[in-house]
């Protein structure tokens, strides 16, 4: 029984729910699928809406070029008609088209009802009439109906989380306990420190391993014994690898850590979205790489922590959305303030955030001496924190005469979120948020 009272939830469609999706199309005889009418249905580009966990209605959407989308489904189950369903689902696929960088959105139909429909509520008008090859929908009208609309007016919400996610990076790998005493570094330091942070109010903890010798290393044992010791004493806590290319530029290594058993297979694992310059270095991620990563985390349902530096890796963020090498909803973890890349100023941050994809989960850190900067601007903006010592100053104070510890940096993070009156997510929430369920 449905309740009105009970909000509806809408969100990206899950690979499992393709086969109910099809079942809602039954009644509206669009079954045949694939065909040379229809391809198959493409789990990346279906959003649904849900009510106490049933599913009501779906509706597609897909890619004509980088600047027309086009709707591809859209169902209702038929005891949810006229409850306005059909102008959530339009309304938001339209959002999240738009979001992607398209201007206008072409639809196909061959029902007169559905033409008025599209006009009457989303300013559709008809550009042209394209004969039929298939004997789909209504058998008896021989074309479709071409309709365009300009999505150029259409409101995109900002990506704005009531609640403040915490990420905590806890190691990094470029600083050493020479320029840190308290730099977590073996694998039990780096879970006990994962841990605190938890208990502090991180819902995700960002991994880098160390070998016996303590320098950086892609060894996925050295991960799983990592992950093993946290999920031991905290299950709920998302846990995150790097995938860096900063010290080795080959894809075995970088990718070594994405293939661990199940039981220590990460939540999520870092993903650059370009090459950039550091102070010290480069950091070379040619495209292959980037799209050989994130292609074997969906593969292994493991969420990109997609890492922009500058606007042009949020825009290839979208591009590699089009392209259905990512799947949404995307976390993106915003990063200002390094020497070659964006300044840690509010207009930049302000400006990567307006052009991120439509419903997307951001936080934001500054590097170095930018790091409380930033914290306070994220706070402030409504996203997320990323903090703790990969990306922050090693020391408190100006004059480098106090080293810092992970948890001193968290709780100033957390004291920013109190500032701006925002409550601390929890790993539950994230999960949430990002469709992310438990290894």
């Not at 994405?258 to 270095?281: H, Q």
């Not at 963020?317 to 070659?340: C, D, M, T």
Request: glycine share 6%.
């Amino acid at each position: 029984m449905l309740s009105s009272a009970s909000r509806y939830n809408i969100r990206f469609a899950r690979p499992e729910e393709i086969r109910d999706i099809i079942e809602l199309m039954r009644p509206y005889n669009m079954h045949h699928i694939p065909s040379p009418e229809m391809p198959p249905l493409d789990d990346k580009r279906f959003i649904v809406v849900e009510q106490n966990g049933q599913l009501l209605g779906a509706a597609g959407y897909t890619f004509v070029s980088e600047e027309i989308g086009k709707t591809t489904l859209m169902a209702v189950r038929p005891d949810c008609a006229r409850m306005g369903l059909g102008k959530i689902l339009q309304t938001r696929r339209m959002q999240i088209l738009r979001g992607l960088g398209c201007t206008k959105i072409i639809t196909n139909t061959d029902r007169p009802e559905t033409i008025a429909w599209y006009k009457q509520h989303f300013g559709y008008r008809e550009i042209g009439k394209l004969p039929k090859i298939h004997s789909f929908s209504l058998e008896h009208v021989p074309e479709w109906t071409t309709l365009e609309s300009d999505l150029t007016t259409i409101d995109v919400p900002s990506p704005v989380q009531g609640k403040l996610l915490m990420n905590a990076a806890l190691t990094g790998m470029k600083h050493t306990r020479s320029d840190n005493p308290y730099l977590p570094v073996t694998p039990a330091e780096i879970a006990e420190a994962a841990l605190e942070a938890g208990k502090l109010g991180a819902a995700i903890v960002h991994l880098h391993a160390r070998d016996v010798d303590e320098k950086p290393t892609p060894d996925p044992s050295i991960y799983a014994e990592i992950i093993s010791r946290i999920r031991e004493k905290n299950a709920d806590l998302i846990i995150c690898v790097t995938t860096s290319g900063r010290n080795w530029s080959d894809l075995q290594k970088r990718s070594a850590v994405l293939e661990l058993p199940d039981d220590v297979k990460p939540d999520m694992a870092s993903l650059s979205l370009g090459s950039m310059n550091f102070p010290s270095g480069a950091s070379i991620n040619p495209p292959e790489i980037i799209r050989s990563l994130a292609l074997r985390m969906m593969e292994r349902n493991i969420k990109p922590e997609l890492e922009a530096f500058e606007v042009g890796m949020v825009e290839y963020a979208k591009y590699l959305i089009r392209e259905g090498v990512l799947r949404q909803p995307v976390y993106l973890n915003l990063i200002l303030g390094s020497l070659g890349t964006m300044s840690a100023s509010p207009d930049n941050l302000r400006y990567l955030v307006s052009r991120l994809p439509a419903f997307s989960t951001w936080a934001a850190s500054g590097i170095g001496r930018y790091h409380s900067k930033v914290q306070d601007m994220a706070a402030a903006m409504g996203g997320g924190i990323r903090t703790g010592l990969e990306d922050s100053s090693m020391h408190l104070d100006a004059d480098k005469r106090i080293p810092a510890k992970n948890k001193d940096w968290i709780k100033r993070a957390v004291e920013a979120a109190i500032r701006n009156g925002r409550e601390i997510a929890t790993p539950n929430d994230v999960r949430q948020w990002l469709d992310l369920r438990k290894s």
